[in-house]
């Protein structure tokens, strides 16, 4: 009974203890207070304390803690951490290990939601091994403890844009670990983006800048401009409005010069000066013109090529013949067996027949021009003097021909340089004229639709930078 006794009071003093140690743990100083002031939430971002709940009972265990994808070091009773968050959903993660004489061992984490403003608590307590957070009593959580470490939201991995072949860093909220709602979000390829992100989506609310100073408002696909958009440089004048694919700019209007002209069709750039478009245009009448001109020496030089070309192959055939048909009319002028093979068929019969006969009809045409080698050469070599001559005389005519053909062409072309200037200007001032119909059909049409994609281009560049988007 005594000894009972005894152990009551001990239970009943070390009570006592632990009421006067959490007392003095809660007790928040001046100090304290100021720190929390200085630390409160940034407009749209939330703090986070994390600490090591204080216990007589064991002792001080090391252990590694990290948010989603960012470590932290191991903090003790006496400390915390003070991290700056952006609103949305994270993951703590916590490793708590004992020495090896002991047997506990804590592993686990937490999913905790922010809101903007929020100052929330995450504490871990080993002995038990749990965690635990709460949004109220931060004074007396973090009192008597001292600050190990503030870290900002620039610290913090932000979520997630989703397919983006480009690495991003996201500046805002996020939605289970993807970006939702506004931020900044700066690409590995120069581009940042700067609005809302629907789940992880960019959108028309928000602008992509380029390193250049240029920025894109509509739509996308993944962060490349992609459907309706408007792209304008960093004084607020539209380069192109209309539709985009793949980045670039693929059918609709650009302000050049201060003009509106349809500087892209089907994603090829066009050219839209009248003055140009009028010379080029000219320049292909012309070229059309001249080759209607007469070209005799054109026509008298394909005969020479035909000559050329006879004379060639009857030299070819003559050596040919020369080699081949002493051995082949053999059987046709002296008595031969010929046979057929033991497998032929009738119809394969037939056919051997009939290359038999017109080999002894080539021979016999072979030895009727002529009775030796030297009677057939010298029949070659009348055929080739006589064609020698027509040549001779066609390249005098080809020669006469060409004189007359570049006379003519001459005169076509100083014709029509006459006439050049007049054309120029009168095909000019159609096109100038065709500008400035569709220009005025297209503006007829952007009334009161000013800030459709389509017709962004007709804003001044002040109205375009306070565009918050170019609707549909």
């Given at each position: ?164 072949n480009q690495s991003n860093k996201w500046m805002g909220p996020n939605k289970n670990g993807i970006a939702d709602g506004v931020g ?289």
């Amino acid at each position: 009974m005594t000894y009972i006794l005894s152990l009551c009071r001990r239970v009943a003093m070390l009570l006592v203890l632990l009421i006067i140690f959490s007392s003095s743990a809660f007790a928040a100083s001046e100090k304290d207070i100021d720190l929390i002031s200085q630390y409160d939430p940034a407009p749209g971002k939330a703090h986070l304390y994390i600490l090591k709940r204080s216990n007589l009972l064991f002792q001080d265990i090391a252990l590694t803690l990290s948010i989603d994808k960012y470590d932290l070091d191991n903090i003790s009773t006496s400390e915390y951490y003070l991290i700056e968050m952006w609103p949305g959903t994270y993951t703590v993660y916590v490793n708590n290990f004992y020495p090896a004489d002991r047997k506990y061992y804590l592993k686990s984490n937490r999913n905790i939601s922010l809101k903007a403003g929020d100052s929330v608590v995450f504490g871990i307590n080993p002995k038990h091994e749990s965690t635990y957070y709460f949004k109220s009593e931060v004074e007396k959580s973090i009192a008597k403890r001292e600050l190990k470490q503030f870290i900002p939201a620039t610290e913090i991995p932000g979520a997630t844009l989703r397919g983006y072949n480009q690495s991003n860093k996201w500046m805002g909220p996020n939605k289970n670990g993807i970006a939702d709602g506004v931020g900044s979000a700066q690409f590995s390829n120069g581009l940042a983006y700067i609005g809302r992100v629907d789940y992880g989506d960019l959108t028309t609310e928000g602008r992509l800048q380029y390193p250049n100073g240029d920025f894109y408002k509509g739509e996308y696909i993944g962060a490349e401009p992609y459907g309706k958009g408007m792209l304008s440089d960093k004084d607020g004048n539209v380069i192109f409005s209309g539709d985009f694919r793949d980045g670039s700019p693929f059918n609709g209007l650009s302000n050049v010069g201060g003009k509106v002209v349809n500087k892209y069709n089907y994603g090829r750039a066009v050219e839209t000066n009248p003055e140009i478009l009028a010379q080029k245009k000219i320049d292909e009448d012309d070229k059309k013109e001249i080759a209607k001109v007469v070209q005799t020496a054109t026509k008298v030089k394909t005969s020479i090529n035909i000559i050329e070309s006879e004379k060639d192959d009857a030299q070819v055939k003559f050596n040919k013949q020369e080699l081949e048909f002493p051995k082949q009319c053999h059987c046709t002028f002296n008595f031969c067996l010929d046979s057929y093979n033991s497998e032929d068929t009738y119809e394969e019969r037939q056919a051997t027949k009939r290359l038999w006969a017109a080999r002894d009809q080539a021979c016999r045409e072979w030895r009727s021009s002529g009775g030796s080698l030297a009677a057939r050469q010298a029949q070659l070599d009348s055929k080739l003097a006589e064609a020698d001559e027509k040549l001779a005389s066609l390249n005098q005519e080809f020669e006469q021909a060409k004189e007359r053909d570049q006379l003519a062409r001459q005169q076509k072309l100083t014709e029509l340089a006459s006439s050049r200037t007049e054309r120029v200007a009168a095909h000019q001032k159609k096109i100038e004229q065709e500008q400035a119909e569709n220009l005025r059909k297209n503006k007829e049409a952007c009334v009161g639709r000013e800030t459709y994609c389509g017709c962004a281009v007709y804003l001044q560049p002040e109205q375009v930078k306070k565009m918050v988007t170019c609707e549909k």
